[in-house]
Nanobody, 118 residues
Framework: QVQLVESGGGLVQPGGSLRLSCAASGFTFSSYSMSWVRQAPGKGLEWVSHINSGGASTYYADSVKGRFTISRDNAKNTLSLQMNSLKPEDTAVYYC???????????WGQGTQVTVSS
């Protein structure tokens, strides 16, 4: 069965960095594009970043562009999100998601909490 397991969240001060990871299993990871999506307290889901199956093409929301970097290791079935210059407004639960196409996702991880606060 498909499993996506996020890790790496935590509490960090503004301006700090965190690296999120998503361990994938149960499907051919290298064949699918993947995304990171977040949900801030009391708000809806916000798409953060996307990477194609081979890792050559990446996309970012304007709110994180220049601060976040998405990457993947297809040999290790791992998706990552390097987050630098974190702001309080980045506080959210971060999810990795398997892209189905047409802006749809068919599997999600359980999420990892990121809190940016002094």
């Amino acid at each position: 069965q498909v499993q996506l397991v996020e890790s790496g969240g935590g509490l960090v001060q503004p301006g700090g960095s965190l690296r999120l990871s998503c361990a994938a299993s149960g499907f051919t990871f290298s064949s699918y594009s993947m995304s990171w999506v977040r949900q801030a307290p009391g708000k809806g889901l916000e798409w953060v970043s996307h990477i194609n199956s081979g890792g050559a093409s990446t996309y970012y929301a304007d709110s994180v562009k220049g601060r976040f970097t998405i990457s993947r290791d297809n040999a290790k079935n791992t998706l990552s999100l390097q987050m630098n210059s974190l702001k309080p407004e980045d506080t959210a639960v971060y999810y990795c998601a398997k892209y189905l196409g047409s802006w749809a996702y068919d599997y999600w991880g359980q999420g990892t909490q990121v809190t940016v606060s002094s």
